[in-house]
């Protein structure tokens, strides 16, 4: 069942500019390519409301299914990006969310189990 997994992050205070920068360098030049070259995942894109690509910023993985998940945190080229993609994080403002697309198929099942 297509799944979309949504983390949002505010990067810590403390960061500098050039830190930022970095990072964001960093997400999209090897983190992205690496996620997106994952078996069953459809698109990565990152999202920013207000706070300067520092506050806000959402993850989108759009996957075949949830359990994409957990594969792509086991697949060896992706397990040595996750420290330094979470590192920047505040912990404290990080929330994560799996949401199912609503499709054909799920209102049929959902129809036929009642």
């Known amino acids: 069942m297509p799944t979309a997994y949504v983390r949002g992050v505010n990067l810590k205070d403390s960061l500098s500019d ?9 997400l999209m030049d ?3 390519p690496a996620f997106e070259r994952a078996s069953g995942v459809r ?3 990152f999202y920013s409301g207000a706070g300067g690509l520092r ?3 959402r993850a989108v993985i759009e996957m075949d299914d949830a359990g994409v998940y957990e594969r792509v945190l086991a697949d ?8 330094k993609i979470y590192a920047p994080w ?5 929330s994560q969310t799996f949401l199912r697309e609503v499709t054909p198929e799920l209102i049929q099942a959902l ?3 009642g």
């Open 111 to 113: 129809s036929s189990s």
């Open 55 to 57: 506050a806000q910023i």
């Open 90 to 94: 505040d912990m404290t403002t990080a």
């Open 76 to 83: 060896p080229q992706i397990r040595p990006l996750i420290a």
């Open 18 to 26: 050039a830190e930022v920068l970095a990072y964001w360098r960093f």
């Open 30 to 32: 090897e983190a992205k």
């Open 43 to 45: 698109s990565v894109k």
